[in-house]
């Protein structure tokens, strides 16, 4: 049967702790010549649970020569079920599932993997898959002759490969491109090798760019290591990764001018695909801001999208840890002129439940849990190390929340439906605000405190396919 490619929300997720780990012979690639090497590894996890459905996460990483188109087929041994599906299209008749390649991922080089996601039902129990074949040949161990590669004798990489998709080239290619990207951790296009950020040195004021280690690849801390020994740094500049010019300065004296100061360079030490790479770690009175009403940052009631990585151990109440579209004017210019994640403690209507911290909607004059200022009892608190968070609007009559553990899972929808009364249409300003809120910081603090490690604002409506794949690929990013 055909199955339907939209993913199912789910009230509730549990971890679940199944995972099945095949180191495999037999990849081959359509019309490959019958000396190629072939090898795979498969790494099959059931990612949550939950009364009668499941989500799983398949990795396959490639041991033998490249392959520029792959299926891959497995069947079902209790009667399970795949539902939605993600990052591959996927077909199942009976027990029989058959997994293949989108247009972004169908070339897998040698030692490169790919993974895609899907949602299951089952009944009973539900067992992992004893076997799987790709591109029709049984996985049975090892690389077979002649050999060009070893097959791993630990674990598959769940990282990408250098090269691979980022978050910007996924929302690229379901329509949506980034008009602006910031991270202080790695790469959000597959092809960007440029700055990441700027650190600014106490001990003489001199500055230095901290760049990508490779193409598509992490941050160079060692970089920043070296260049801030035996002296305090403070970040002073995120550089867009677009082409755009979107660069975050800090607000404050030296910066693009306020009352607010840089935040530290190294207060919090990571790793992301194995490497090492610093926050963006705001522990209050420091914010980033850009004018991007000329350079690509929707405005008015067009529609946008975003995400962002930040953390659910670093938060406060104070308002407000924002990423997102502000004012140009850095004042609170009224009803719809901000739409911007929110991610903190903050109960700004009342009524909520727990205590947080909660991915929010910062629309200026308030903080949306959802449709309202009632409680949105389908709000859940995010307190995992690392967090996505996405928003997206389409300016006139819809908005959507959704949440994630940035290291494994999938998005839970918090809202999706109708825009707050008075909120439509959006009157959206332009501007780019991280670490504060709007109306910070020209000569007022900054009281919120949070961290970021990744994000990005799109153009246009991002269908949630989009946003599923954006999240698969943090996940498979590797934040540690």
């Known amino acids: 049967m055909r199955l339907t490619h939209h993913p199912r929300h789910r009230a509730a997720l549990i971890a679940a702790a199944t995972t099945l780990t095949l180191t495999t012979a037999g990849l081959t690639a359509t019309q490959l010549p019958a000396s190629a090497a072939t090898g795979c590894a498969v790494s099959y996890t059931v990612s949550s649970s939950w009364s009668g459905g499941f989500g799983a996460n398949v990795s396959v990483t490639n041991l033998g020569d490249p392959v520029s188109n792959w299926r891959l087929t497995w069947s079902f041994g209790a009667g399970q079920t795949v539902t939605q599906f993600w990052n591959a299209t996927i077909t199942q008749t009976g027990a029989a599932v058959t997994a293949a390649n989108v247009s972004y991922n169908g070339t897998i080089p040698t030692g490169g993997s790919t993974s895609f996601g899907f949602n299951g039902s089952w009944t009973g129990s539900n067992p992992a898959p004893t076997s799987f074949a790709l591109n029709g040949t049984t996985c049975t161990g090892g690389v077979s002759t002649p050999p060009t590669t070893t097959p791993p004798t630990s674990t598959p990489p769940t990282t990408p490969p250098p090269g691979g998709d980022g978050p910007c080239d996924i929302y690229a290619a379901g329509g949506t491109p980034c008009v602006a990207a910031h991270s202080t951790t790695r790469a959000l296009f597959r092809a960007y090798s440029g700055r990441l950020y700027q650190v600014r040195r106490a001990s003489d004021n001199t500055t230095r760019d901290i760049s990508t280690l490779s193409p598509g690849g992490p941050a160079n801390a060692a970089a920043q290591d070296s260049f801030c020994a035996n002296t305090t740094c403070v970040i002073t500049w995120i550089y867009d990764q677009t082409t755009r010019g979107n660069n975050l300065g800090y607000q404050g004296a030296g910066g693009i001018g306020g009352a607010v100061q840089p935040a530290v360079a190294n207060r919090e030490a990571i790793t992301v695909g194995g490497a090492k790479a610093y926050s963006l770690f705001i522990p209050g009175n420091s914010s980033y801001w850009r004018d991007g009403h000329l350079t690509g940052v929707p405005t008015g009631s067009a529609p946008e999208g975003m995400y962002m990585v930040t ?35 903050s109960c700004w209507f009342g009524g909520c439940s727990g205590s947080g911290p909660w991915v929010q909607a910062d629309l200026e004059w308030g903080l949306y849990p959802g449709g309202s200022q009632t409680w949105n009892p389908n709000q859940r608190a995010f307190t995992s190390k690392f967090v996505t968070a996405t928003l997206k609007n389409n300016g006139t009559s819809r908005f959507a929340i959704k949440g994630s553990n940035a290291q494994s899972g999938n998005l839970y929808t918090l809202y999706d439906g109708s825009l ?19 109306d910070c910081c020209i000569d007022n603090k900054n009281q919120s405190v949070g961290t970021f490690y990744e994000g990005a604002m799109v153009a246009g409506y991002p269908s949630d396919a989009t946003e599923n794949a954006v999240q698969a690929n943090v ?3 590797g934040y540690r």
């Open 475 to 477: 996940v498979a990013a």
């Open 311 to 345: 953390s659910g151990t670093h938060v406060n109440s104070g308002c407000c840890f924002d990423y997102g579209n502000s004012e140009t004017t850095r004042r609170a210019d009224g009803a719809g002129a901000m739409d911007a994640i929110y991610f903190g403690t």
């Open 420 to 438: 707050p009364p008075g909120y439509s249409p959006m009157k959206k300003q332009g501007a780019i605000i991280l670490g504060s809120g709007g």
